[in-house]
């Protein structure tokens, strides 16, 4: 049975350490719902009210168009080995860019991503567990290499080159 929480406690902490992938949903006001699905080493839980991730660069940037109005979010996480079991982390979320104080501070838990576009931090205001019965087995194999390869390719330069060119604009037409 599913259960609602105010925070984390640490057998949650410990299943979201383990997971390979989460996904992160956020809307504005007007406009597409966006979910977006995010992996890699990119997540960390600051304590049992607070997480941040480190957001790479992607074919959009459909979160950061959505929290520059709207600062409401939920990430999600399924077990897809072992006991099932749904995770979801309500909360307000705020943005972080490279120049930023506090992308700073958190930057240093985080592999140096040649693509890491921002760091998003969420201060968690509920966490709801559900069964996951009907989520199916799922064996992790690898990461994907093509992002950092990619990103690593072109360098920094090329990263913030393909952002103005391709992450200014939400699909909704809203400037980033």
Same mark, same amino acid.
């Given at each position: 049975?599913?259960?609602? &929480? !105010?925070?984390?406690?640490?057998?949650?902490?410990?299943?979201?350490?383990?997971?390979?992938?989460?996904?992160?949903? #956020? +809307?504005?006001?007007?406009?597409?719902?966006?979910?977006?699905?995010?992996?890699?080493?990119?997540?960390?839980?600051?304590?049992?009210?607070?997480?941040? $991730? =480190?957001? &790479? #660069?992607?074919?959009?940037? /459909? #979160?950061?168009?959505?929290?520059?109005? @709207?600062?409401? *979010? #939920?990430?999600?996480?399924?077990?897809?080995?072992?006991?099932? =079991?749904? =995770?979801?982390?309500?909360?307000? +979320?705020?943005?972080?860019?490279?120049?930023?104080?506090? %992308?700073?501070?958190?930057?240093?838990?985080? /592999?140096? %991503?040649?693509? +890491?576009?921002?760091?998003? /931090? *969420?201060?968690?205001? &509920?966490?709801?567990?559900?069964?996951? %019965? +009907?989520?199916?087995? *799922?064996?992790?194999? /690898?990461?994907?290499?093509?992002?950092?390869? =990619?990103?690593? !390719?072109?360098?920094?330069?090329?990263?913030?080159?393909? $952002?103005?060119? !391709? @992450?200014?604009?939400?699909?909704?037409?809203?400037?980033?």
């Amino acid at each position: 049975m599913g259960k609602r &929480l !105010k925070e984390l406690n640490p057998a949650l902490q410990n299943f979201i350490e383990n997971q390979k992938m989460f996904f992160v949903g #956020t +809307a504005r006001s007007q406009g597409n719902v966006n979910i977006s699905l995010k992996g890699m080493d990119t997540f960390r839980v600051i304590d049992t009210k607070k997480i941040v $991730w =480190l957001n &790479l #660069t992607g074919s959009g940037n /459909e #979160t950061t168009a959505h929290l520059q109005e @709207n600062n409401r *979010m #939920t990430i999600m996480f399924c077990s897809f080995e072992k006991m099932p =079991l749904i =995770l979801r982390l309500y909360g307000n +979320a705020k943005i972080y860019h490279e120049n930023d104080k506090e %992308y700073k501070k958190f930057s240093s838990l985080f /592999e140096d %991503y040649v693509g +890491a576009r921002q760091i998003i /931090e *969420m201060d968690i205001n &509920l966490v709801q567990t559900s069964c996951g %019965y +009907a989520v199916p087995f *799922m064996e992790f194999k /690898e990461e994907r290499s093509q992002l950092n390869d =990619l990103d690593i !390719k072109i360098g920094r330069d090329g990263v913030k080159k393909y $952002w103005k060119e !391709k @992450n200014t604009k939400s699909i909704d037409g809203y400037e980033i």
